[in-house]
T-cell receptor, first 110, second 114 residues
Framework: DQQVKQNSPSLSVQEGRISILNCDYTNSMFDYFLWYKKYPAEGPTFLISISSIKDKNEDGRFTVFLNKSAKHLSLHIVPSQPGDSAVYFCAATSGNQFYFGTGTSLTVIP | DGGITQSPKYLFRKEGQNVTLSCEQNLNHDAMYWYRQDPGQGLRLIYYSQIVNDFQKGDIAEGYSVSREKKESFPLTVTSAQKNPTAFYLC?????????????FGQGTRLTVV
């Protein structure tokens, strides 16, 4: 059973606008959440993370929000750039095991 | 530079043959992982190891085997028992901090059965 879900397989956004990628999880024991960016035929690269004791973490254009009561995680990219076009995976951890969502393919249109 | 190296980048295998994918890291990480990526299915855990000489099955371990004789190395063997081995394989490692750690990935190996 998928413990981390990304229900939107794809998203298209105009350059300069906000991209919002969503992620839901089912396991309340997860204590750390991450977002990864992946280009075709390459390994995922770590983007940003958030601990379960926080509700927001910001790093430049990237902000991750955590709503523990809803078991929901989101990544905001502002402003979106064409180079942000990639597949984004959310992940959750409990101890040393990582659980990944199925990914959302983001296309930023120039 | 520290990092994770997977080799080869592309690998072709005949049906019925075993093949071994290499994964080496010089990050001094305790934990290492193997994932498989298929279109529309995200990353699925094959095996993971938290310490030398110990490893655990993930969600899709059938048809695969691993070893962890050295901290730096975690090779994955795709055996002839794996029914659908054509996929993109990713190796990762992380520091064992108990919580709040990131996984770092290699560049992947594309395995094709011909």
């Amino acid at each position: 059973d998928q413990q981390v879900k990304q229900n939107s397989p794809s998203l298209s956004v105009q350059e300069g606008r906000i991209s919002i990628l969503n992620c839901d999880y089912t396991n309340s024991m997860f204590d750390y959440f991450l977002w990864y960016k992946k280009y075709p035929a390459e390994g995922p690269t770590f983007l940003i993370s958030i601990s379960s004791i926080k509700d927001k973490n910001e790093d430049g254009r990237f902000t991750v929000f955590l709503n523990k009561s809803a078991k929901h995680l989101s990544l905001h990219i502002v402003p979106s750039q064409p180079g942000d076009s990639a597949v984004y995976f959310c992940a959750a951890t409990s101890g040393n095991q990582f659980y990944f969502g199925t990914g959302t393919s983001l296309t930023v249109i120039p | 530079d520290g990092g994770i190296t997977q080799s080869p980048k592309y690998l072709f295998r005949k049906e019925g043959q075993n093949v071994t994918l290499s994964c080496e890291q010089n990050l001094n990480h305790d934990a290492m992982y193997w994932y498989r990526q298929d279109p529309g299915q995200g990353l699925r855990l094959i095996y993971y190891s938290q310490i030398v000489n110990d490893f655990q099955k993930g969600d899709i371990a059938e048809g695969y085997s691993v070893s962890r004789e050295k901290k730096e190395s975690f090779p994955l063997t795709v055996t002839s028992a794996q029914k659908n081995p054509t996929a993109f394989y990713l190796c990762a490692s992380s520091i064992d901090r108990g919580r709040g750690t990131e996984a770092f990935f290699g560049q992947g190996t594309r395995l094709t059965v011909v």
